[in-house]
Each structure stands twice: as C-alpha cells, then as structure tokens.
T-cell receptor, first 117, second 112 residues
Framework: GAGVSQSPSNKVTEKGKDVELRCDPISGHTALYWYRQSLGQGLEFLIYFQGNSAPDKSGLPSDRFSAERTGGSVSTLTIQRTQQEDSAVYLC???????????????FGPGTRLTVL | KNEVEQSPQNLTAQEGEFITINCSYSVGISALHWLQQHPGGGIVSLFMLSSGKKKHGRLIATINIQEKHSSLHITASHPRDSAVYICAVTMNYGGATNKLIFGTGTLLAVQP
C-alpha cells in the first residue's frame, strides 16, 4: 500500500514568509510525528499527534511553529515568519498505536526540504 | 551529553567485511530503533527491539537492556550498504508520546 507522503518535496522561500508543509500518513495509522533534520542539529522531534488526544508540542522550537491534524489523517506543519535557521528537511512519520503496547515502528515520509533565503 | 550516543561517527569498510555500529543510551527506554538513510534518500526503519536480538537478511541487531547498549551488525557488507545508520530510542517515562530521540548517526562507506 501507499507509504507516508509529503508535499512539497522542496520549498524555497524568502525570510519572513509563511510556509505550509503537508503530510499524508499511512491509512489507518493513528499516530503522526513531525521531525526536523538539519545540518547542525541532526534529527529532532517537533510534534506528535495521537488520535483525539492533545498533541505533544514539546519539540516545537518557537511559537512561529504550529501544526494541526484534521480528521485524524492529514497533517499540516506551518512555519510563520520563516528565518534562515528554519532551513532543514522536515520529516513526517506515522505508526499504529497498538492496544497492548504504545510503541510501534514508525514509517517515514520522504521529507520536505525547506530553504529559507 | 546526548541521551543517545553512537560510534563510530564514520566508518569505511571493504566489501565483504563484517561491520559493527554501536549505540549507547542513558535513559529508560521502551524500544530502540535502527534506521537507515541513503544519501539524499528517505529514512527506513530496519529494526525495532526492546530485548534480545533480531535478524533480517545480512543485518543483525542486538540490545542489552542492563548495559543500555545496542549493536547493529552487517555481515558480508556490500557497497549498497553505504548509508547513514541512525540509532533512536523511545523513552519509557509513562507518558503518551512515543517520540524518537536520535543519535547523531554513523556514516558507513563500503568500498568495492
């Protein structure tokens, strides 16, 4: 079946502009994660959605970052007033959240490469 | 100190060699993940384990919970194994989030 998809694959924007990044998780996966991969920081967690629970936003680096997940499926990560340090690859992952255990294999999307000029 | 440490950071091997990548962590975990990322490519999950050992083809992953240590082994290495291998953990702190905490990765180059 289809894997996790993300769009756009590449985004170049000017400093100060807002951007929206989209993630389509694997159908039926209740958990969705956003991560960021940048040259200086490696991979870092941003935000986590699980079903109807309140999202874990503890990884968002500033209040310019927000995310939502509509209908328990598609998610959008929004970065307002982009800065050059926001340049990175933004990765989305999804997983099943089993009843008997909370941790499950995460499937990653191909990422969106964001370049802020 | 990072919660997840990997070694080595860079590794060059000749085709056919046996390769070991190590991962140590300092927190209680629910699971440990080994991920693979080819240059310019996406991230693929190789293993998720919470105890013992798993094998898939030429790849073997082991974990020692008491010592907070895991190893990824590649037998009969091949140039197509060249990639970044990333160790990540899911922390066990009773919370609902199963976010991954990542090591810095090991860049493996297998030469023909």
């Amino acid at each position: 079946g289809a894997g996790v998809s993300q769009s756009p694959s590449n985004k170049v924007t000017e400093k100060g502009k807002d951007v929206e990044l989209r993630c389509d998780p694997i159908s039926g996966h209740t958990a969705l994660y956003w991560y960021r991969q940048s040259l200086g920081q490696g991979l870092e967690f941003l935000i986590y959605f699980q079903g109807n629970s309140a999202p874990d936003k503890s990884g968002l680096p500033s209040d310019r970052f927000s995310a939502e997940r509509t209908g328990g499926s598609v998610s959008t990560l929004t970065i307002q007033r982009t800065q050059q340090e926001d340049s990175a690859v933004y990765l989305c992952a999804s997983s099943l959240q089993g009843r008997l255990r909370n941790y499950n294999e995460q499937f990653f999307g191909p990422g969106t490469r964001l370049t802020v000029l | 100190k990072n919660e997840v440490e990997q070694s080595p950071q860079n590794l060059t091997a000749q085709e056919g060699e046996f390769i070991t990548i190590n991962c140590s962590y300092s927190v209680g975990i629910s699971a440990l993940h080994w991920l693979q990322q080819h240059p310019g490519g996406g991230i693929v999950s190789l293993f998720m384990l919470s105890s013992g050992k798993k094998k898939h083809g030429r790849l073997i992953a082991t974990i020692n919970i008491q010592e907070k240590h895991s190893s990824l082994h590649i037998t009969a290495s091949h140039p197509r194994d060249s990639a970044v291998y990333i160790c990540a953990v899911t922390m066990n702190y009773g919370g609902a989030t199963n976010k991954l905490i990542f090591g810095t990765g090991t860049l493996l180059a297998v030469q023909p």
